[in-house]
């Protein structure tokens, strides 16, 4: 039985922002506006995507929580409340272009849009590909076999592409055919990888310390941290301060900034699980990592504000392709974006 309520609202919902405006399929979009929630004896107000149904986790006059549907492709976002549509907002969502993979980190991009992403598997374990190449047109090939265990991936200023093994602690170096060298041994259990404007390149053991390799292969200690739980993450910023993530099972995290005299301080603290990162051309630092509880990539400035610019979960890392999209790593996938960021490059 249905028993008789109030005249609908003549009023339509209004849809002012969205935080943040930018998500993968399933991520979770916070919407404020007007006439947005329900009222007594009200019918549920019904968001879509693309004309897909939203499921609606939060919902109130002035704001509603939202789960972006698996379907949505192009990110037009409406409410309907009493009949009535609200005004369109248009959402960035992720397009899916590789799966079934293991990226356990920051994907890699060179000079030419080429993307390039880890079949990792569990510690000790051989996976029949080490790294694929994804190239601009999307088609996905094997690009590196036989590394145990590929974890951190970096392009060097000639393009070429190195490999870090979790499993023997060893550094490789990739040709444009494929083949690989040892190009460093001996680092412990090898993570994150980063070049700086000069050639060298860091490695994360996360065990605890960060090595610094000279371009004529000198290794240096060059800081030491608290062990990490799963991976050190690092990015290089504009100034040559070398940005760590190391993720435990806290969720006050922190993001650590090194000198180039190699001097730790805590740069950003507050953060659930901070995994892969990368720093844009104006210094801003963006982390795989929850803000307050939501997952997805969080933008720090140089004075030290953080937000959520892209929700989703599972992110592990993400990589700036030239032009302005950014590319996405959950554990099994490879997502892009246009978010039109243009990050640092050494090309």
Request: proline share 6%; net charge negative; no cysteine.
């Amino acid at each position: 039985m249905r028993f008789s309520k109030d005249p609908p609202n003549s009023t339509p919902p209004k849809i002012e922002t969205a935080s943040p405006d930018a998500a993968l399929p399933g991520g979770e979009i916070e919407i404020l506006g007007s006439h947005l929630g329900t009222a007594p004896s009200y019918d549920l107000p019904l968001a879509t995507v693309d004309g897909f149904t939203a499921s609606v986790l939060l919902s109130r006059n002035n704001r509603m929580i939202v789960h972006v549907p698996e379907e949505a492709r192009e990110g037009k976002f409406e409410v309907r409340q009493d009949g009535q549509t609200s005004n369109s907002l248009q959402l960035k969502i992720a397009r899916l272009i590789a799966e079934n993979l293991h990226p356990v980190g920051n994907p890699a991009v060179d000079a030419a849009g080429n993307i390039f992403a880890t079949f990792s598997g569990p510690r000790g374990q051989q996976t029949p590909v080490s790294v694929f190449r994804i190239d601009s047109t999307g088609e996905i090939r094997p690009f590196v076999t036989g590394l145990m265990n590929a974890t951190g991936l970096a392009v060097d200023a000639q393009g070429r592409l190195y490999v870090s093994s979790r499993f023997d602690g060893t550094v490789h170096r990739v040709s444009p055919d494929g083949t690989t060298s040892t190009y460093a041994e001996g680092m412990g259990i090898a993570t994150g990888i980063a070049f700086d404007n000069n050639g060298n390149l860091y490695v994360g053991d996360r065990s605890g310390t960060i090595f610094k390799i000279a371009q004529d292969r000198q290794i240096f200690v060059f800081a030491t941290l608290e062990p990490s739980i799963a991976a050190y993450h690092l990015a290089v910023g504009v100034d040559g301060t070398l940005f760590v993530a190391a993720p435990t099972t806290s969720s006050f995290d922190s993001v650590y900034a090194i000198d180039q005299d190699g001097v730790v301080r805590v740069y950003y603290r507050g953060l659930g699980r901070p995994q892969g990162m990368a720093v844009d051309m104006a210094g801003n630092l963006y982390v795989s990592a929850s803000l307050q509880g939501r997952r997805g990539i969080v933008s720090i400035s140089p004075a030290g504000e953080a937000s959520l610019i892209l929700a989703g979960s599972g992110i592990v890392g993400l990589a700036f392709v030239p032009g302005g999209n950014t590319v996405l790593a959950t554990g099994s996938a490879i997502y892009d974006v246009a978010l039109k960021i243009e990050g640092m490059r050494l090309f």
